[in-house]
């Protein structure tokens, strides 16, 4: 199997041209991005960039770390506790192709710089 192969069950939904450095008290903003993104790919696992790192949230967070090995930590975010998940930017390879070898949809997104939420967050 090519490697091509292996990511045909990964969706791209959003891409820039460079990573970008997540401000720091982000994740909040983030994560109603990532909110956002899940109920448009309701099938898929969304992992969102976020600096060098692609995050899961919330119940895709424990399903990755189930298929891929990833280690669940939790946060508080508006006095809410949210699992998350996550792999650098470099690891992507290995880690989407355990998640779609598994039998899942998985979807990275990449914010824009301009993006609104960024925007908000800085």
Not at 16 to 27: C, E, F, I, L, S
Request: glycine share 4%; charged share 25%.
């Amino acid at each position: 199997m090519s490697r091509r192969d292996n990511f045909q069950d990964c969706l791209i939904v959003k891409s820039t041209g460079r990573p970008h450095r997540r401000p720091q008290g982000a994740t909040r903003v983030y994560y109603k991005a990532y909110q956002s993104l899940k109920a448009q790919h309701p099938d898929a696992i969304v992992f969102l960039r976020l600096g060098d790192f692609y995050e899961a949230f919330d119940e895709d967070a424990q399903i990755a770390s189930d298929d891929a090995d990833l280690i669940v930590l939790t946060r508080k975010l508006s006095g809410e506790t949210v699992k998350m998940c996550g792999f650098p930017y470099h690891a992507a390879y290995r880690c989407v192709s355990k998640l779609v070898k598994a039998g899942h949809r998985v979807a990275l997104c990449c914010p824009r710089h301009n993006d609104s939420h960024l925007q908000e967050a800085t």
